[in-house]
């Protein structure tokens, strides 16, 4: 018997796993279901260090199956300086910005492109803000699929580098990421192609619940009281807190319903934090995003609406934050803790300061602030934040002159 089926988000009905992402009576999205058995702590303690040693919690049948290329377990940092900063006395930084091609999509794109392989299709893909472009394209190369990206044009080109160089097919697209991704749907579908975070995306989700598996168990199976998380479709947001469920389910952690989910966008794209501040309970999209966190620049949120929800189950909060914001706290991040994150983690960390000058988090919370993509991705526009070194004489009084 299969572990796993299809559960419809909205009227619940249920479906045997296929390859399919869409409750056909009410066009709800669908989630894996799994039929857990209990597994304790101890069990962990001898398993490969990355986001596979959570099998179980892990949509694919056959272990044969996976194509891993090593991410996941990525550092959990106890951000004790940056903490003091702040006020914090247990501020956490979950550091996804050193997995394999350098940033949390690895995680989703991972388990969507082993459950390709599982379902025997013979080409895979995605749409992409930047990140996923190269999550997909190198998880596709070692699985031995073609791989066919479809992004805005204007994401940076150190993304653009690292996808091609992982041999995808990658189509810029004259748009906005909500362009690119209507055409990656109607090719996808067409073609037969598994188009990761589209018709794989029941599938996809599940890897990035493994950011909440690793948070729990990074700090001794116990419930952070605040998990600052950057938000663009929404997806990741939901699977971590349907990680957490899932921990509670299996009795892995306690109570998980007092922690506060607090959502992060930038300015120039947050429909999230409009929809939120305006108490709506639908998200109205933003035509032309425009922002230096282009990894976020989603106008329709595909999951914004399920993003809403888990901020009223957990107390949440949602906050934006501007350019100058952003880089401000990227070197923040840098010149504390020694992490270099691009905008999207800039993003978590400006929030998280302000949540805290608004007096929603206490000095003795302890506090999970996911930073999901690594600096050096997006140089151009963390550069625009620094001064670019001036060029010295190869003469040692000159250069002794600015050394005090
Ligand atoms: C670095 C980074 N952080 C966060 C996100 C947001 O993830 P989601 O679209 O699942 O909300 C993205 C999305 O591309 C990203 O690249
Ligand atoms: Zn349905």
């Not at 949509?59 to 006020?87: F, H, Q, R, Y």
């Not at 025997?120 to 472009?133: D, E, F, I, K, Y």
């Not at 794989?200 to 599940?206: D, P």
């Not at 151009?380 to 040692?396: C, R």
């Amino acid at each position: 018997m299969s572990r796993t089926s299809l559960q419809c988000r909205e009227c619940k009905k249920e479906y045997e796993t296929a390859f399919k992402y869409i409750c056909e009576d009410c066009f709800g999205p669908l989630d894996v279901k799994y039929n857990f058995s209990r597994v304790s702590k101890e069990a962990f303690s001898n398993r490969e260090h990355n986001y596979w040693r959570y099998f179980e919690f892990l949509p694919i049948e056959d272990k044969s199956n996976i194509v891993s290329i090593g991410a996941g377990m990525t550092p959990l940092i106890k951000a004790d300086k940056l903490g003091k900063k702040l006020g914090l006395k247990n501020l956490y930084i979950k550091n996804d910005s050193v997995n394999p091609t350098f940033s949390f999509k690895d995680r989703p794109a991972g388990v969507a492109i082993s459950k390709a392989k599982e379902f025997g299709l013979s080409a895979v893909g995605c749409a992409s803000t930047g990140n996923l472009a190269s999550a997909t394209a190198a998880h596709a190369a070692k699985g031995g699929f073609p791989c066919h990206i479809f992004a805005p044009s204007d994401i940076e080109m150190a993304k653009i580098t690292q996808a091609l160089s992982y041999g995808a097919n990658y189509i810029a697209v004259d748009g906005t990421y909500d362009d690119a991704n209507r055409i990656a749907a109607q090719i996808g579908d067409s073609k037969g192609i598994g188009i990761v975070n589209i018709n794989m995306r029941s599938h996809y989700v599940e890897g990035s619940k493994t950011l909440a598996f690793e948070v729990a168990e990074q700090l001794d199976w116990q419930v952070p009281d605040q998990l600052i998380v950057p938000v663009g479709s929404g997806a990741m947001l939901n699977a971590i807190c349907k990680g957490f469920e899932e921990l509670q389910t299996v009795s892995l952690l306690g109570n998980v319903t007092n922690m506060h989910m607090i959502a992060a966008q930038p300015h120039g794209c947050a429909p999230i934090v409009d929809a939120f501040k305006k108490k709506s309970k639908d998200v109205t999209p933003v035509e032309n995003p425009d922002t230096i966190a282009k990894s976020l620049a989603i106008g329709d949120p595909g999951d914004g609406r399920y993003v809403l929800k888990r901020l009223q189950q957990y107390n949440g909060f949602a906050e934006e934050c501007n350019n100058e914001e952003i880089l401000d706290a990227i070197l923040l991040l840098a010149q504390t803790e020694g992490i270099f994150t691009e905008p999207a983690g800039g993003v978590s960390i400006s929030v998280l300061q302000k949540m805290v000058e608004q007096g929603k988090i206490d000095t003795n919370d302890k506090v999970v602030c996911y930073v999901t993509g690594n600096g050096l991705k997006a140089t151009e526009s963390i550069m625009e934040g620094l001064q670019k070194p001036k060029v010295l004489k190869a003469n040692v009084a000159e250069v002794s002159a600015v050394v005090n």
